[in-house]
């Protein structure tokens, strides 16, 4: 046993000294001999917040614009049922074959080798951490954009609305990197409650002052705004028709990707104790989490489309300007900036504990891999530092603020792996998973409703890809290498 968790230290902080017997030991240890976890459907549900309620939540009233009063509430509601019911399908598979009792999957690859095999582990690894890395590093320019926003709105502020503030994002990306690289030394998931909590406040914290600030405007009855029912209209807000399904196919994408979490689904349930079940703990969370999502969702949605109309902004906060109330806004772009701290490490966790667990498994008796000390940390006792977790996370954070820097349209891209990945994971998976794990008969009721549900979720798929391809086009005819993104 004690040879079992030196092997696993790397992945548990422990103090072997504090355990006298081996019933102290087992006091200590879930059922697969790892570290007893305390996570409960509250911080599951934080963690799911977190993930969920992005920056995304600002561009909503954008996509409501493309679709109007008729179809974008029905797509808000219908893309928070289809992540809600194939997060609890995926949620049942965290254990296999039973999904009480059976062995524990620790990530989603393992899931799906479990419950599927062959050469869908290999795609699903493929489409999980391509999308992981490219999400770490679109919120490495968001949040440096927020930052901006900041320098700039205090800069107006002080010195009149005719002066040119114009301000690099490059040193707030160094800033954003330089704490990720402190926060990244959290050694898992399980450490990871608090930022999570913080985080999940933060996105309710700028999404209800978006929120307020949209109704004052809407109620205020000055400048008049055009809705429709239908959404933009061509020939007054658009160009062509062309430009209105391509906007369209963009707006039914973001909507859809705007629920998606299923990346960390696994990684977040397996911080949960056993009892009550983990299944049972998870779709109790998942069902706080995605409600509370739509409730925000809906409301910043459709009332940022009541206060700014068909011309709603990208990120409706932007559309109360840099002026006034510029500490309101500030305030908005502060907790923007903080809330996708903490998310960025929901997102890069499950990346830092496959390679790990990968070179551990590579070079066990590596003394640079395995090997931990523990430093005495005044007021919180001794954190354990491991020689290679310090080296790699570092190093993974440099890449990503340097990748940021150089291609600051990135989050363009980020719509087309959003795109890419959605289906597979999000609705193909969990749906082949259950249906090979309830053993279905072929062609019955239930068999042919979820296969139809996988190949509709497909159609948004590919055409969202299509508005991602069509918008990166128009991006990179503009785009000027190393100029900073004002």
């Known amino acids: 046993m004690a040879r079992e968790m030196q092997k696993n230290s790397m992945f548990i902080e422990h103090d072997p000294e504090s355990y006298h017997d081996n019933r102290d030991i087992r006091k200590n240890l879930d059922d697969d001999g790892r570290a007893k976890r305390t996570g409960t459907w509250l911080t599951a549900s934080a963690h799911i917040i977190t993930a969920v309620i992005g920056s995304g939540v600002l561009s909503l009233a954008w996509a409501i614009a493309q679709l109007g009063w008729v179809a974008g509430p029905a797509v ?3 893309f928070s049922f289809i992540t809600y019911f194939t997060s609890t399908l995926l949620a049942d598979c965290y254990r296999s074959p039973d999904p009480v009792t059976g062995k524990r999957n620790y990530t989603y ?95 309710f914290a700028y999404s209800s002052i978006g929120l307020g600030l949209s109704v004052a405007k809407a109620s ?57 079940p983990e299944n049972k703990a998870m779709k109790r969370a998942t069902c706080v989490g995605v409600s509370t999502t739509t409730v925000f969702y809906v409301l910043c949605g459709c009332v940022g489309y009541a206060a700014f109309g068909n011309d709603a902004p990208g990120n409706f906060l932007t559309g109360f300007g840099f002026y ?42 590596n003394k640079f891999i395995t090997s931990e000390y523990a430093i005495e940390i005044p007021f919180c006792g001794a954190y354990f530092v491991n020689s290679f977790r310090l080296v790699w996370r570092t190093a993974y954070v440099i890449v990503t603020a ?26 193909y998976f969990p749906i082949e998973m259950y249906i090979a794990q309830s053993k279905l008969q072929k062609f019955s009721f239930t068999w042919m409703w979820l296969k139809i549900l996988s190949w509709a979720c497909l159609i948004v798929s590919i055409v969202a890809a299509a508005g991602s391809v ?17």
Request: neutral net charge; contains cysteine.
């Open 109 to 203: 690859m393992d899931v799906v080798r479990a419950n599927l095999g062959g050469r869908k582990v290999q795609l699903c690894g493929l489409a999980q951490y391509v999308n992981l890395i490219g999400v770490t590093i679109g919120y490495t320019i968001t949040a440096s954009i927020s930052m901006v926003a900041v320098r700039r709105s205090n800069c107006f502020h002080k010195n009149g609305h005719d002066v040119k503030c114009h301000t690099s994002n490059y040193p707030f990306m160094i800033i954003f990197a330089c704490i990720q690289i402190v926060l990244s030394q959290i050694p898992n998931f399980h450490k990871l409650s608090w930022l999570s909590i913080l985080a999940a406040i933060m996105s």
């Open 220 to 276: 205020s009855g000055g400048e008049h705004v055009r809705t429709t029912l239908t959404g933009v209209t061509v020939g007054v807000d658009v160009s062509s028709g062309q430009e209105k399904v391509w906007r369209t196919f963009q707006a039914i994408g973001d909507i859809a990707f705007a629920y998606a979490y299923s990346t960390v689904l696994i990684e977040i349930q397996d911080t949960l104790r056993s009892s009550p």
């Open 470 to 486: 069509q918008g990166l086009a128009q991006d990179l005819k503009k785009y000027k290498p190393f100029q900073s993104e004002q």
């Open 324 to 365: 006034e109330p510029f500490w309101l806004i500030d305030l908005a772009n502060v907790c923007i900036a903080i809330h996708l701290i903490g998310a960025y490490q929901v997102f890069c966790q499950p990346i830092f504990g496959f390679v790990e667990r990968w070179s551990h498994k590579q070079w066990p008796e």
């Open 76 to 78: 808000l509601m219908t």
């Open 402 to 427: 340097v990748i940021a820097m150089t291609f600051p349209f990135f989050n363009d891209f980020l719509g087309l792996l959003g795109a890419a990945s959605f289906w597979p994971l999000t609705v």
